[in-house]
């Protein structure tokens, strides 16, 4: 096991989110290190985007680099936690 930021155990968040829910803020360390020239509040904004495209079952149009990591973190997240 390694303790990268995607390997949900990183930061100052020791447990993941419960099963069925992504928590945003827990994934910014992910989108920050493989985007990172990102800053974190558009990391979390992205993420936040990303997420409620998940939810609403669409893909997000931005290209931006930010924006492409966010979804496919979102996407690695929910299939982790069911949600």
Same mark, same amino acid.
């Given at each position: 096991?390694? !303790?990268? $930021?995607?390997?949900? @155990?990183?930061?100052?968040?020791?447990? /993941?989110p #419960?099963?069925?829910?992504v928590?945003?803020?827990?994934?910014? #360390?992910?989108?920050?290190?493989? &985007? $990172?020239?990102? &800053? #974190?509040? /558009?990391?979390?904004?992205?993420l &936040?985007?990303?997420?409620?495209?998940?939810?609403?079952?669409?893909?997000?149009?931005?290209? /931006? !680099?930010?924006? @492409? @990591?966010?979804?496919?973190? @979102?996407?690695?997240? *929910?299939?982790?936690?069911? *949600?």
């Amino acid at each position: 096991m390694t !303790t990268g $930021p995607t390997d949900w @155990v990183s930061g100052e968040r020791v447990f /993941a989110p #419960p099963s069925g829910t992504v928590d945003t803020d827990w994934l910014v #360390p992910a989108v920050l290190e493989a &985007a $990172p020239d990102a &800053a #974190p509040d /558009a990391a979390r904004a992205a993420l &936040a985007r990303a997420w409620a495209d998940h939810r609403a079952g669409v893909r997000g149009g931005s290209t /931006a !680099t930010v924006d @492409v @990591v966010a979804r496919d973190v @979102v996407a690695a997240a *929910a299939r982790q936690f069911r *949600a």
